[in-house]
């Protein structure tokens, strides 16, 4: 069941989405008895699929449909995607995600580094076998990217970043991500160069979008809604946008406020405290409106598209991605 289910935006490519949700339940087949348990714990809910879906509404903009080739790219983004925050959870300690366990915490964070490793290997396998050198650079060059984005996060000075640092951040750990399932399904399907790169454009622009929402939310959602702990950058002392905003905004004691943000480990009484400033301050609504900035940013790159039915989907994903609960 996706995550999003009802929306509208899945309706033109709904026979993809199910053929990749069935392969994405078999990915364990034949694999070590541990790693086929921790697949089909993390695909009982495979989340809102916005990947793929992205994958398979740009692929329709071009002129050559070959559905298996396609739906190779869309399990491999899937699946590098997944990796991605198996590891991520190792390193945040993260006990939840989309209201289940984590993998690292169902079973350890040796078996989740591992099935991790596992799952990247099955997109570059998927990837490998992609008839476009060109789309198979890109999926390696994602994962460039995501652990690029990842390693300025965990290394990076204790202080405050500024907003062009943090937009930089999220592009490498996020945004790289959508743009390749928009560009490379594009390029997959021999679409012609101006549609390619206005496709590489909205993705880009959707997972800042995506991102900085999500990080909104971190601080503002309902964590049963959410599906994950709220608060949680801000437990371990990771500034994001809002946060960013929220101290800008305090004049003569924002040095302090800065410093208590970035503070690991916090007690619940002090993690509470901060989270009513942060809500208090105009820190979250300024970044929701930076989110809608590159919401409206994508919408303008689709206007290069030609007018049907998926380009519509594509502005219903857009606006899904700014207007979600979780």
């Known amino acids: ?45 495979p989340g809102k699929l916005l990947r793929p879906t992205l994958v398979f509404l740009a692929a329709r903009f071009g002129s050559l449909a070959d559905r298996e080739v396609v739906l190779n790219l ?12 198996v590891h991520d959870d190792v ?15 169902k079973w350890n964070d040796d078996v989740a580094l591992i099935v991790g490793d596992y799952l990247f290997a099955k997109a570059y396998a998927l990837a490998a076998v992609l ?20 390693l300025a996060e965990v290394t990076a000075a204790r202080a405050l970043p500024t907003e062009s640092k943090y937009l930089e951040r999220i592009e490498l750990k996020t945004a790289s991500l959508y743009a390749a399932c928009c ?35 971190d601080l503002v959602g309902d964590e049963s809604e959410f599906g994950k702990t709220v608060g949680r950058d801000l437990a371990e002392g990771m500034p994001t946008l809002p946060m960013i905003y929220a101290v800008t ?41 930076r989110a809608l900035s590159f919401h409206d940013a994508a919408v303008r790159a689709l206007a290069a598209l030609p007018d049907r039915p998926e380009r519509t989907a594509l502005r219903d994903v857009a606006d899904f991605v700014v207007s979600r609960v979780r």
């Open 249 to 289: 905004e305090r004049d003569g004691d924002s040095p302090a406020l800065a410093a208590r943000i970035l503070a690991p480990r916090k007690s619940p009484d002090e993690l509470r405290e901060l989270l009513a400033i942060i809500r208090r301050s105009r820190g979250p609504e300024r970044a929701r409106q």
């Open 74 to 85: 869309a399990e491999s983004l899937e699946l590098v995607h997944t990796a991605s925050l």
């Open 131 to 150: 008839p476009n050198p060109e789309v198979i650079a890109i999926v390696a060059q994602t994962v460039f990217a995501l652990c690029d984005g990842e």
């Open 91 to 105: 390193v945040d300690a993260a006990d939840l995600r989309r209201n289940i366990q984590t993998v690292n915490a």
């Open 1 to 45: 069941m996706r995550a999003a289910a009802g929306a509208q935006f899945y309706a033109p490519v709904d026979g993809e989405l199910r053929e990749l949700e069935r392969r994405l339940a078999d990915v364990g087949r034949g694999a070590h008895p541990t790693f086929r348990e921790a697949v089909a714990h993390l695909f009982t809910t």
């Open 183 to 217: 560009q490379g399904a594009a390029l997959l399907a021999e679409a012609e160069p101006e549609h390619v790169a206005a496709l590489g454009a909205f993705g880009t622009n959707l997972g800042l979008a995506f991102q900085i929402t999500d990080d909104v939310l």
